[in-house]
């Protein structure tokens, strides 16, 4: 729930695609998780996660499955409402 609450603070569909992960990496790592997998499997105790563990969190709680096409497609198709609408629908049911 954390990860949803803190993305949905500094949630921006509007910027490009490596602008969006690049704020995705920052919100990783400022939750405690590596910001990739590499850094994360030489040191696995000093982090929750990495970021595709970030990413993971808001595909399941957008679509409600673990395998894709592009995250970042996928919100700009949704929009900001329906993104919204999701992640508040996935907060209620934890």
């Known amino acids: 729930m954390e990860i949803l609450e803190e993305y949905m603070k ?3 569909i509007e910027v490009d ?3 969006w992960f690049e704020n995705l990496k920052n919100l990783a790592t400022e939750l405690g998780y590596a910001k ?3 850094i994360y499997k030489k ?3 000093s982090y929750k996660g990495h ?3 970030v990413a993971m969190v808001l595909r399941v709680a957008l679509t ?3 395998n894709t ?3 970042y497609e996928i919100m700009k ?3 900001n409402q329906m993104i919204f609408e999701r992640f508040e629908l996935c907060k209620k049911s934890l």
Do not use: W
Request: glycine share 8%; proline share 8%.
């Open 77 to 79: 198709v949704m929009g």
């Open 64 to 66: 409600k499955c673990m």
């Open 36 to 38: 990739n997998a590499k």
């Open 43 to 45: 040191d696995p105790e």
């Open 69 to 71: 096409p592009d995250l």
């Open 17 to 19: 695609k490596t602008t």
């Open 10 to 12: 500094q949630h921006n």
């Open 51 to 53: 970021i595709g563990d």
